[in-house]
């Protein structure tokens, strides 16, 4: 166990650069297998001294109905997105949202932004204050650009409620 | 039958991409020429699978690959260098 | 056509119709931060269709096992969110005026505090 532990750090990473390389190749030819395993070994031990710790997801049955309830709502927002496109400029009610989150650490914070960005009609724009590191413990906020603004605090307990909770279950942070 | 749907769905394509030159072209600022030039590697990508689909190679998902790389660490680099003025530091 | 082109030739309509409408948005929209919205999501929204039709078609119509495609979705939608974070941060560096309208364009200036923590 513990020589398992050593060669793999990192066993979802692995497995992610395994099945990659072999999508990369299109085929699970026998040659194509050692390079993917040698690979799925390596890279994860090169560039260990780059990464900074990450929290690991707890709760994987919960992060596999957040991927399938992002892909839902990223087909909502665009027809949503498109209705405001095909419709007239002077309708757009465009502004700028400032989310205050309850989240402190950079994995959950990344995603979270992510998800922001391809769903309900906004765009994030920055978290704020910068310094993930130096300062992780005070409170990060969300700048958001949304296209049609009608009701600031509507829009900052929906995103609190469908996409920060799930992540903050998730991480168990 | 499929084939002519899909040409036309190639035309179509072909339409944005003169939609996002005329974007590039148009600017006004350096981010929306950046927008543009990055929504033009993403509707390539478009053409080149519609053109799979068309030919029914396999052969072009690796140039489609490629594409999306470049055009996607091109984008950030020219993203960094505005804000910093600089890419590496 | 079988059932299953039909499947295609709809992903393949919906897929261009998405991509033209990310253009149209890029055009059309009145500033820089309206426009993002359209080749963010429509745009990406479109390829994903796009390439779902072309693993349609290479899987069960010219029967050859071909998940590359997956690849080309997994890193548009991995990469699209970053480049649009990338190009608002520099719009915001730049100072683009939002248009006319829009709400709340003090939180522009007050980001500068905001990231120094205070």
Not at chain 3, 88 to 114: F, V
């Amino acid at each position: 166990m513990n020589f398992i532990n050593t060669l793999l750090p990192t066993p979802a990473r692995s497995l992610l650069l395994f099945v990659v390389w072999l999508l990369l190749n299109n085929s699970v030819a026998p040659i194509h297998l050692i390079v993917a395993a040698v690979l799925a070994v390596l890279i994860p031990q090169l560039t260990a001294p780059f990464r900074d710790p990450q929290p690991p997801i707890r709760r994987w049955g919960l992060a596999l109905r957040y991927i399938g309830r992002v892909l839902l709502d990223i087909v909502l927002a665009n027809l949503q997105v498109i209705k405001l496109v095909l419709g007239p400029n002077k309708n757009l009610r465009p502004g700028f949202v400032l989310v205050p989150l309850a989240i402190t650490e950079a994995l959950p914070l990344t995603i979270l932004a992510g998800t922001v960005s391809l769903t309900p009609g906004t765009v994030s724009a920055e978290i704020l204050p910068y310094q993930l590191h130096e300062n992780s413990a005070k409170p990060k906020f969300l700048l958001l650009h949304v296209l049609d603004l009608q009701n600031e605090a509507e829009l900052i307990a929906s995103i609190k409620q469908r996409y920060e909770q799930p992540l903050k279950e998730i991480f168990q942070c | 039958m499929l084939n002519q749907i899909v040409l036309i769905a190639m035309i179509g394509i072909g339409i944005a991409l003169l939609l996002n030159l005329w974007a590039l072209l148009r600017g006004p600022s350096v981010p929306d020429r950046l927008l543009a030039l990055d929504t033009m590697y993403i509707n390539s990508i478009a053409l080149l699978l519609c053109y799979g689909i068309y030919a029914a190679s396999s052969l072009h998902f690796e140039a489609a690959l490629l594409i999306a790389m470049l055009g996607f660490v091109s984008t950030v680099a020219v993203c960094k260098f505005m804000l910093r003025g600089d890419i590496i530091e | 056509m079988t059932w299953l082109e039909w499947i295609i030739a709809l992903l393949v309509i919906a897929g261009t119709l998405f991509v033209l409408l990310g253009s149209v948005a890029l055009i059309k929209l009145p500033d820089f931060y309206t426009r993002l919205h359209g080749p963010t999501k429509a745009t990406t929204l479109g390829l994903g269709s796009l390439v779902l039709a072309s693993m349609v078609f290479f899987n069960f119509i010219e029967q050859q096992l071909n998940l590359q495609q997956l690849l080309i979705a997994l890193f548009l939608f991995i990469s699209a969110p970053v480049t649009a974070y990338m190009l608002i941060k520099a719009g915001l560096h730049q100072k683009l005026a939002p248009t006319a309208g829009t709400q709340q364009q003090e939180l522009m200036k007050q980001r500068d505090k905001l990231a120094k923590g205070e």
